[in-house]
């Protein structure tokens, strides 16, 4: 028997949960419905899913404190999550792609969407790694940065960096080609892959994040450097121990 992702559904409406469990059921996939914040960190503590739908609106916490609660949970920063909102501002959006979010989607929204967005957030996090990305860092990579694909963690000055997946793709294409300036669409087509709906914003909220991560280990640098108008570049000239 071919095995089924578990998708975690955390909406308190019965009506829409109902409506995604099916489309997701008939799609191929195993939703697990939670109405509550609660339930949801029970479900994924017990056993992390394929892929969580997060309602921002729960009654009993905002969908974005859960999510960084799921995160922190055991296998949490791995799993990766889509919010789900009656609100389109998008200042909501900017806060869940910053909190690190795969994807966001408001209501009222199609269900062969969902599951279509469900399909290629899915696609994207178990691909394959390409021949280029199994091999070694370049000669030319600053020895401040560690790179381990296999693992898919960066260390900068020795520690190990907790990041998204967007946010380890971005840096380690930076990491990669010190010095080379990457424009927003090549981030959003390099990391995204299919980057055509996703926002300029998308990238600024994650280099965002990623700064205040690396400065978090070494306050006195500027790893990355804006090159105005064009995109990021990551620094050639780093200092080899912290200031």
């Given at each position: 028997m071919l095995h089924k992702p578990r998708i975690l559904v955390i909406e308190d409406e019965s009506g829409i949960a109902d409506t995604i469990q099916y489309v997701l059921a008939t799609d191929g996939f195993a939703p697990v419905w939670c109405?509550?914040?609660?339930?949801?960190?029970?479900e994924f503590a017990a056993e992390p899913p394929a892929l969580a739908i997060l309602d921002v609106g729960l009654p009993d916490l905002n969908g974005f404190e859960l999510f960084k609660r799921l995160n922190a949970l055991p296998g949490g920063a791995s799993v990766p999550m889509l919010f789900l909102t009656a609100r389109?501002?998008?200042i909501d959006r900017v806060v869940g792609l910053e909190l690190g979010a795969d994807d966001y989607i408001a209501k009222p929204f199609s269900p062969r969407e969902l599951v279509a967005r469900v399909r290629g957030i899915l696609r994207r996090t178990v691909r394959t790694p390409s021949a280029a990305a199994r091999e070694a860092a370049p000669a030319n990579t600053p020895s401040v940065f560690l790179l381990d694909e296999e693992r898919r963690q960066i260390r900068f000055y020795g520690r190990a960096?907790?990041?998204?997946?967007y946010e380890y793709g971005i840096l380690r294409l930076l990491v990669r080609k010190p010095g080379r300036v990457f424009t927003r669409?090549?981030?959003l087509g390099q990391v995204w892959?299919?980057?055509s709906g996703s926002l300029d914003r998308t990238v600024d909220a994650h280099i965002k994040t990623l700064r205040a991560k690396l400065k978090a280990v070494a306050p006195q640098t500027e790893p990355i450097r804006t090159s105005r108008g064009s995109g990021y570049?990551?620094?050639?000239?780093?200092?080899?121990?912290?200031?």
């Open positions: 109405a509550t914040a609660q339930q949801a960190l029970q389109s501002d998008e960096l907790e990041l998204s997946r669409d090549e981030l892959e299919d980057g570049a990551l620094a050639e000239d780093l200092p080899q121990e912290q200031r």
